[in-house]
């Protein structure tokens, strides 16, 4: 059972345009949200994170909006650049165990 | 820098022979991880250390087992692989948990192929 999932397995975006991932949990108990970017050859590095206590959170053109009646989240990218092509994963921690679950990811793909 | 690295960045093994994958970090965290990710699919949690404390999770076969000697070192160790086990590994390490949350760092991960 698939407890975070992103329905989108890819998405294509001119350069300098918004991108808008979403991600869609079903526990409620989940307390803390990650997202993280993934090149080729390479681990998920840590993008952006929102507690469940916040609706939103923001760092430079990187934005994570937070749901929580929909159990919903989405990352925004603005303005979207062609570096920011990578598979981006979503992820949720359920209380202060640290364990995270992933979603299966969304494959990026910004056009010059 | 700071990181987490591991070796070999690509191993093959054939199928039934015991393997190992291995796991250093440099940034002194306590909790260290093992996923399996394979093509497609979400990371998965395997098992995980606080400290020394081992927690397998319910469903990770016992084919899996681990084995952490010390703060900086973690090792995955496939006792017999079978075809299924074919996946990239990686491992990741964090801070102490608490209610702000700590961010997980990831290594760059090993691609296993069993023959």
């Known amino acids: 059972d698939q407890q975070v999932k992103q329905n989108s397995p890819s998405l294509s975006v001119q350069e300098g345009r918004i991108s808008i991932l979403n991600c869609d949990y079903t526990?409620?108990?989940?307390?803390?949200f990650l997202w993280y970017k993934k090149y080729p050859a390479e681990g998920p590095t840590f993008l952006i994170s929102?507690?469940?206590?916040?609706d939103k959170n923001e760092d430079g053109r990187f934005t994570v909006f937070l749901n929580k009646s929909a159990k919903h989240l989405s990352l925004h990218i603005v303005p979207s650049q062609p570096g920011d092509s990578a598979v981006y994963f979503c992820?949720?921690?359920?209380?202060?165990?640290?364990?995270?679950?992933f979603g299966t990811g969304t494959l990026l793909a910004v056009q010059p | 820098d700071a990181m987490v690295i591991q070796n070999p960045r690509y191993q093959v093994t054939q199928f039934g022979k015991p393997v190992t994958l291995s796991c250093s970090q440099t940034?002194?965290?306590?909790?260290m991880y093992w996923y399996q990710q394979k093509s497609s699919q979400a990371p998965k949690l395997l098992f995980h250390?606080?400290?020394?404390?081992?927690?397998n999770e319910a469903d990770t076969p016992d084919n899996f087992q681990s084995r952490r000697p010390n703060t900086s070192f973690c090792f995955l160790d496939i006792r017999s692989p079978g075809l299924g086990d074919a996946a990239m590994y990686l491992c990741?390490?964090?801070?102490?948990?608490?209610?702000?949350?700590?961010?997980?760092?990831f290594g760059p991960g090993t691609r296993l192929t069993v023959t």
């Open positions: 940034l002194n965290h306590n909790v």
């Open positions: 990741a390490t964090s801070e102490y948990p608490d209610i702000t949350g700590y961010e997980q760092y």
């Open positions: 929102i507690s469940s206590i916040k």
């Open positions: 250390y606080y400290d020394k404390d081992f927690n």
């Open positions: 526990n409620s108990m989940f307390d803390y």
């Open positions: 992820a949720a921690r359920a209380g202060a165990t640290n364990k995270l679950i």
